[in-house]
């Protein structure tokens, strides 16, 4: 052993250090939980400089141990590989045992199985990295030892930031002879159920072959979305002989995943479900060689990467030929960028591109869609403010301008944002994000006006006001839109954007259910604050529980404090929770005051004025510490919230603690509404798809009240206060006729 540390003397790493990067192994540092125990992060410095790692912590309760953490070390700082986890260094002092890895922050692959953001063409490449990652393992070149893995499963392979993939968790791992065909070793079988070579769980005999059941196993989940078992009445039901039976049947399309059929490539498919299925043959010697693997892997990536980039039906051929200047590229990957980058066409009155999942973007130059109305005699196009487009732009200085936009390269089955492109006049410099905009406009054969409120600022400098949004059934859309803006604009054009599909954030269940009294307080006693009893007497009323489990329940419903001003509970990690009455946060003399038997507080604050300030301190004691938290404002809207379309206006009059910025933004009490153009024209509604988890949007609460964000900060080990002093402000200056404020309230957040 004495040898063994001398070898790997340099990754060495202090406990002190892993104690600080991690925050004492604190709680919102876990980054996952495996077979080893859980994984923490942090940054730290280590033999190859100073980074973002992954600590491993040994919990013998998990069922690793020792041996395990000895030859994780020894396999890989001997074996590298762009597709092997790195390992970073170890610690193995004051009772603890730690790997170091590079931290994978794109996470494991069976977390992103069911996901419509990873493309068929990324978990190709995916698969590809994971088999180059065991053929440089198997060695069939016999330069080194063969590596047999033992527990090939989606949950071992991580993704970097870059979503390229890592082989991980070589604990379990044999290793055979050299310059031999096969590599037979009699071993007690280990692995996980689904992915486990039936042959090796029935023999015991190990070969390379295993691996490779493990990774047809993978190669299945990938296709079809979904990991290879599922539990059902409390029995672990493994799918994969229902998959292999609808290969047989040739019923592939009912197991792919649907949203992936539409992505594929007819002949890449046949290529990698024959491959798939190949490797879960029950001989061994039908199974294919590593080396095939990637051969066929890598086929099937080039018929994909040609279908996306030439054979998609009336795909580019027809975009290079009428693209200006005409486009130059000596390889697919070379044209993709150029795409990327977007391109003209339409004799330079259109601009094209390509998002990173392949989608097309288009905007039309106001030179090619414009409708020349009335009153356009005194507005004109300029050149010199910074448009793309050769013609410039058009300078709306009445903010009313009418177009007809036609496209020509959507792509099909996606859905498109219709965004203005624009730059304000004559305004100053906005000093929000987004940006102040108030745009007034409607669809020809519509009566009533839609209003946008708010602008994105872009990247290459413009703003950008979405409009509209729809589903695409064909390439061409035919829109005739009218702006009357308030403001003077210069115009850009119209811009067709794929929708960015991010899943609305919902609000996690707030009743807890009391557990039963015979339940173990052991994993409760986990979860409860270090001074909860010190929360408990706090309470205004007298609590009694018998376990340390109903006590944890009890805290997480929450209970007033302070005499019924306050509400103390905590969350589903263990963490602390406040909120204030209404009274104590918001100036008395700005708000009316009423009983409303709906809230959990004496009064509410209603009808307050233009204005009403948030004015509070909260003591760090009553709160987790160095936790990053939220504050909320939480309230209600009339039955008719007409007059809270429109954001309101958040100032933050002392921004020391808070960790937002800028000091001035906006917040929405409603959610913004965007109209959605059906595919009849009687269809239209108002009706918000996939709209990001941003700051300052609402949410519905499941005790019936909604709440938005409204500050940040972090809490630390001192008791000095932390002090919030905000003026949340109609963006009108009209009374706030019917809003119900609560109270504030200050919740953990997790990033």
Not at 40 to 53: D, L, N, T, W
Not at 638 to 647: Q, V
Request: charged letters at 25%; aromatic letters at 10%; a neutral charge.
């Amino acid at each position: 052993m004495t040898a063994f540390l001398e070898e790997f003397q340099h990754l060495k790493v202090s406990l002190e250090d892993i104690l600080f990067a991690t925050a004492n192994f604190s709680d919102n540092k876990i980054i996952g939980t495996g077979g080893f125990g859980k994984v923490y992060k942090g940054e730290i410095s280590h033999f190859k400089g100073r980074s973002m790692v992954a600590f491993k912590r040994l919990d013998p309760r998990y069922g690793q141990g020792n041996p395990e953490f000895w030859k994780e070390i020894m396999m890989l700082s001997r074996y590298n590989h762009e597709n092997l986890i790195s390992l970073l260094g170890f610690c193995n002092e004051g009772g603890e045992k730690i790997l170091l890895y590079e931290h994978a922050s794109g996470g494991s692959l069976d977390l992103h199985l069911g996901s419509v953001d990873l493309k068929w063409i990324q978990r190709l490449k995916i698969c590809l990295e994971v088999a180059k990652g065991l053929e440089y393992l198997q060695d069939p070149k016999g330069s080194q030892q063969r590596v047999l893995h033992r527990d090939i499963k989606s949950s071992n392979i991580l993704l970097d930031k870059n979503m390229r993939a890592k082989i991980s968790d070589l604990g379990l791992s044999k290793i055979g002879p050299a310059n031999q065909q096969h590599s037979v070793l009699v071993s007690h079988a280990v692995g996980t159920p689904g992915y486990c070579d039936p042959l090796y769980m029935e023999e015991g005999f190990l070969t390379k072959e295993s691996d490779i059941y493990s990774f047809g196993v993978i190669l299945l989940e990938v296709l079809c979305g979904r990991l290879c078992y599922v539990y059902m009445n409390r029995q672990c039901q493994i799918l994969v002989p229902m998959w292999k039976q609808s290969y047989k049947k040739k019923k592939l399309d009912v197991i792919i995943f649907q949203d992936l059929l539409h992505q594929m490539d007819p002949a890449c498919l046949e290529i990698f479900s024959e491959l798939a299925f190949r490797c879960l043959k029950k001989a061994r010697e039908e199974r294919p060689l590593i080396s095939y693997v990637v051969e066929k892997l890598e086929l099937a990536l080039e018929l994909q990467e040609i279908y996306e980039v030439v054979k998609q039906p009336k795909g580019y051929e027809e975009i290079i030929i009428m693209a200006i200047p005409p486009l130059t590229y000596r390889s697919i990957d070379e044209l993709k960028t150029i795409l990327s980058n977007g391109i003209f066409l339409n004799e330079g009155k259109t601009w094209f591109s390509i998002n990173k999942t392949g989608e097309h973007c288009e905007m039309i130059s106001t030179t090619d869609c414009l409708i020349p109305i009335a009153s356009d005699s005194k507005n004109r196009y300029i050149s010199e403010n910074g448009s793309r487009f050769l013609g410039g732009c058009f300078m709306a200085y009445d903010g009313k301008f009418k177009t007809h936009v036609k496209t020509q390269f959507l792509s099909p089955q996606i859905t498109y944002t219709v965004n203005l492109v624009f730059k304000f006049i004559y305004t100053k410099k906005a000093v929000c994000k987004p940006t102040y905009s108030v745009l007034r406009y409607k669809l020809e054969a519509e009566e009533k006006l839609s209003v946008c409120y708010l602008a994105d600022k872009r990247e290459d400098g413009w703003l950008m006001a979405e409009l509209y949004q729809f589903t695409s059934d064909s390439r061409y859309v035919d829109l005739q839109i009218l702006i009357e803006g308030s403001y003077s604009l210069a115009v850009e054009g119209i811009e067709f954007r794929p929708l960015d599909m991010v899943r609305c954030e919902v609000l996690e269940d707030e009743k807890v259910d009391m557990p039963s009294i015979s339940d173990s307080d052991t994993i409760w006693e986990e979860k409860l604050p270090k001074n909860h009893e010190e929360m408990i007497k706090w309470s205004k009323d007298s609590l009694q529980w018998t376990t340390k489990k109903e006590l944890y329940f009890i805290l997480c419903k929450g209970f007033p404090i302070n005499n019924g001003k306050e509400w103390l509970s905590l969350d589903k990690k263990g963490r602390k929770c406040h909120m204030l009455e209404a009274r104590m946060a918001l100036l008395e003399e700005e708000c009316n005051w009423e009983s409303f038997n709906q809230s959990r507080f004496k009064e509410v604050a209603v009808h307050p004025n233009k204005s009403f300030h948030i004015v509070c301190t909260i003591n760090p004691h009553i709160l987790s510490p160095r936790t990053r938290y939220a504050s909320y404002l939480v309230y209600k809207l009339p039955n008719d919230p007409y007059e809270f379309e429109a954001p309101m206006v958040l100032m933050d009059k002392d921004h020391s603690h808070s960790t937002d910025a800028p000091c001035l933004r906006f917040v929405h009490l409603l959610s913004p509404q965007t109209p959605v153009i059906r595919r009849r024209d009687d269809q239209n509604a108002h009706n918000p798809l996939n709209r990001p988890k941003i700051k300052g949007l609402p949410r519905q609460r499941q005790d019936g009240w909604m709440e938005v964000q409204i500050w940040e900060f972090i809490t630390c080990f001192t008791t000095k206060t932390i002090s919030m002093d905000l003026e949340l402000a109609s963006s009108f200056y009209k009374v706030i006729e019917g809003l119900i404020v609560q109270g504030i309230e200050f919740k953990p957040i997790y990033k």
